[in-house]
């Protein structure tokens, strides 16, 4: 066994051979899942995400840790959902057109769930005038869950799996499809950040990204939102068939009286008219990247507070040299009492 008379240098080195243990702890053993409620907002947090839920829309907010706050915050809202014409894909705004429907401006209900397992939040949208209900159901999972007919996964605790969920809408004759306008942005605005497509080697051929990538994480991607290229149609309980859901930006083409701004990504989600009066059911996700961090928030806090405790035994000692008798116990007992 290693022996020093000198406490501080002890204590030094018992926290350089902790560091590592602790990180790892963290990391592998994060504290779960913890939410709270206020007037307008329903917030989640894990070790590694916070994610804020608007109330009123389906409008979610995400950043880096659990805190209170962020200099990088990242946005996925769904504005409208509209009827579409022409052929299979949404190729101009002048396509857009029949049943239509603001997001933000109706009466959502919110429902949370919460076992062992999961956090569950539905927000529902009911009494649109062509009878439809519109929900988010939203999930963020204790252990890594298979998305059903891919080969991902969502993450635990760095990622939200919502399903976007269509009840009995009654579709325009010679409708098309369904378009939802959605806009993606960061809305801090601290520094540079780039939102881009994900690749085919990023998503495979099942589903497809917009990820955030940060100057102030040396430009690595930190943050994503990300669906699958299928959604699924049932009668009841049962399963019809899947259809192909695509994306739309037409960024240069949509009209002025849309609710953008320059840093913001206006995008569609579209998908084919696939019958009256069944339930369409698509597997979107917002999430962080963890392996770009190099210390978890929990982790960096801990090292951080002992290392604080380090230099403030150092100066206290510093300080207190001219005291003849005062033995390490004694010493010892000042820093931690």
């Known amino acids: 066994m290693i022996k020093c008379k000198n406490p501080v240098i002890s204590l030094a080195i018992m926290v350089v051979i902790l560091i590592p243990s602790i990180a790892v702890f963290v990391d592998a053993n994060p504290e779960g899942i913890s939410f709270n409620e206020d007037l307008n907002d329903i917030i989640i947090t894990t070790d590694f995400i916070t994610i804020k839920i608007a109330k009123i829309c389906p409008h979610f907010i995400w950043w880096v840790g659990n805190q209170s706050s962020s200099n990088e915050m990242y946005n996925v809202k769904f504005i409208s959902v509209k009827e579409f014409f022409g052929d299979d894909v949404l190729d101009s705004p002048l396509e857009l057109g029949g049943i239509s429907y603001d997001l933000d401006s109706n009466d959502w209900s919110h429902q949370i769930t919460m076992n062992e397992a999961s956090l569950t939040i539905e927000l529902t949208l009911t009494g649109l005038a062509n009878g439809a209900e519109i929900q988010f159901i939203l999930n963020i999972f204790n252990e890594n869950q298979v998305i059903p007919g891919t080969d991902h996964e969502v993450d635990a605790l760095t990622e939200m799996k919502f399903d976007i969920v269509i009840n009995d809408w009654e579709f325009t004759e010679n409708a098309s499809g369904l378009a939802f306008l959605t806009n993606v942005f960061e809305s801090q605005q601290d520094h540079e950040m780039n939102i881009r497509d994900g690749t085919q080697n ?84 917002i999430g962080v990247y963890p392996e770009n961090f190099s210390l978890t928030f929990p982790a960096i806090s801990i090292v951080s507070g002992i290392i604080t405790l380090i230099i403030i035994g150092i100066l206290y000692r510093k300080r207190n040299r001219s005291f003849k008798g005062r033995n390490n116990r004694t010493f010892l007992n000042h820093i931690f009492f």
């Open 202 to 285: 990023e998503n495979g051929n099942t589903s497809q990204s917009m990820q955030f990538e940060s100057e102030e994480y040396n430009n690595n991607k930190i943050a994503f939102f990300e669906w699958t290229n299928f959604a699924s149609i049932y009668d009841g309980l049962d399963l019809v068939n899947n259809i192909s859901v695509s994306k739309a930006s037409l960024l240069g083409d949509l009209p002025v009286t849309l609710p953008i701004e320059l840093d913001i990504i206006p995008l569609y989600l579209t998908y084919p008219n696939y019958g009256n009066s069944l339930k369409m059911v698509h597997d979107p996700s």
